[in-house]
């Protein structure tokens, strides 16, 4: 069992002291770092993200990106709207059970990775951090995506 902190009241409560902040703050601004380079593309954050999901994996269930993603279907559905009538990807209903839609790339959205290619290179280079050390962080934080996903 972990120690309690040590520190006193005032100071646990502070909001410098939380890790919810921190994050928070921490992704606002990584989010804000891409948005230079993600503009010229016609991509926002959330759109690269999917592109980035894709290009791993083609044509696969709109439930499955959703999942990949962390985003419920409120937020996944205007998205694939939009990128679709930019002609990055299609939606396609399944032939064995209409309700399920899959998502694919399309010539144009393949061709978008190339583009995009030295954006992570960008981005760990804004921060003043080489590869190495962004490799670490990378790790750090998918062991706790583990940890708060049980």
Avoid at 7 to 18: A, F, I, M, T
Avoid at 135 to 147: A, D, F
Wanted: charge should be negative.
């Amino acid at each position: 069992m972990n120690e309690p902190l040590l520190e006193p009241d005032g100071e646990r409560l502070k909001l410098d002291n939380q890790l919810c902040f921190a994050f928070y703050v921490c992704s606002k601004e990584i989010i804000k770092k891409y948005r230079p380079l993600l503009t010229p593309l016609g991509l926002t954050y959330t759109g690269y993200i999917t592109l980035l999901a894709l290009w791993e994996k083609d044509n696969i269930p709109v439930k499955t990106l959703g999942e990949r993603l962390y985003l419920d279907s409120g937020t996944l559905t205007p998205l694939l709207k939009k990128l679709e009538s930019q002609g990055f990807i299609k939606r396609t209903r399944s032939d064995k059970d209409e309700r399920q839609v899959f998502v694919s790339l399309t010539e144009a959205g393949r061709e978008l990775k190339n583009q995009a290619a030295g954006i992570p290179q960008q981005l760990v280079e804004s921060f003043e951090m080489d590869e190495c050390q962004a490799k670490q962080l990378i790790e750090s934080l998918h062991g706790l995506m583990e940890q708060t996903a049980n």
